[in-house]
């Protein structure tokens, strides 16, 4: 057995609430400065800032260009024969409008009723950073890790990714792994953890009808000149019906029906329709309404409208024909859909129904799927109700859409979503907020997990078990869990 790296942590968790004021001073460092891909803001300077401190970790690091935002890459590998576990973030943030919507600054992080509050604080800064400054810790009181570590954070996450494809096909060798961590999203709106083991993709997509070389007098050429927004309308009516139903020829081939684990999976979940409705002011779910919440999320694809466009929009009335019109759209994919698939035959149906109509592609990610009785669901389950005193919810697959399958299909690993930030966090919203007790609870949790992965691998028999951990992990079970 390996007895090398010792598994009581309590000198850890305390060297991490000895250190409560500085950390914390160090994350609103951080999120002091802006980083929105979107705008191209603050991207370059915030790469070389958190290059920085992964150096000061002695962790060996690179800043590597991409063709668009450059990924930060750093590494501790000094366990030949150790596992090694490759932790993805993403340090670029949403644009933080409207913002006079804001109560305090976006970029100016401040605290309230135990929330720190600024753009990025959730949605990823604060959760990579928990994940950093728990390494950080456990070299400060171990000198080494029990396992390797590989940091990899993008900086164009938050507008798709367009970059991460080629970069881990070129990358392979040193993007390897035995599996991978994403600490993205918040854990359940029932305030448990959970762990994710898969994510829909994305492929988003615009609409544009014309008409007319100008917009015209409804009166004199309207039934003469064709309304673009109608072209749109019953194009997009042609695309769905009633019962819920995508009428896109062969759209559903590739989905996948659910397994025995993943239908108790979703059965599991706490759900309560009739609050979710009544917090929506929603008198009824969308069609089809036999599906749950949870397999809504997890198990179909869906078409959304994202905005319709065109003619006159003020106020009081202007009877015009408008002579251009946009729909923006997107669809959600589920496991075994692709982008391409998908959009092949989008072009088709729309080539069929109204020809004239322009598509345009504005990127996508194809969906992942890690199985539920992975090896490493155990000790990953393990080392948060150790943590914790509550086993976590196990989720198929999230409703929205991260790059993992970068991971799971390019690189070949599982990859498990296992986030920190409370359920309201308002990630892309204005008062984007993060609990301070979970921020503390990601830096000692992810040091948990990370030991007892590093104990349970499978075919390492030379390694403690896992559940032998369940004791050595009290201490972070009373300082840190009953406070949220």
Partial sequence: MNTEFNLDLSDVFSYVDSRREEFLGRLVDYL?????SAHGLGIADVAEYIAAVMKRMKLQTQIIP??????????????PGAPTILLYGHYDVQPPEPLEEWITPPFEPAVRNGRLYARGVGDNKGQHFAQLLAIESLLACRSNLPCNIKFLLEGEEEIGSPQMPAFVQEHRDKLKADLVIISDGPVHTSGRSQILFGVRGVLSFELQARGANRDLHSGNWGGIAPNPLWTLVHLLGSMKNEQGEITIDGFYDNVQPQTPLEREALAQLPVNTEDIKQSLDLQQLDQPRDRSIPERLSAWPTLTINGLHGGYGGPGSKTVLPHEAFAKCDIRLVEAQTASEIFGKLQAHVQRHAPNVKIIYQGAMDPSKTPLDSPY????????????????LLVPAMGGSLPNYVFTKTLGIPAFVVP???????NHAPNENLEIERFFIGASLYTARTVTLTCHVPGREDLPAASSLSSLLIPLKHSRAEKI
């Fill in 32 to 36: 002091r400065r802006p980083s929105i």
């Fill in 66 to 79: 991409t063709a668009g935002w450059p990924m930060v890459f750093g590494q501790d590998i000094g366990k």
């Fill in 377 to 392: 669901t155990e000790p990953l389950r393990q080392a948060i109700q150790a943590a914790q005193g509550k086993p976590p």
């Fill in 420 to 426: 920190y930030a409370n359920a309201d966090q308002a």
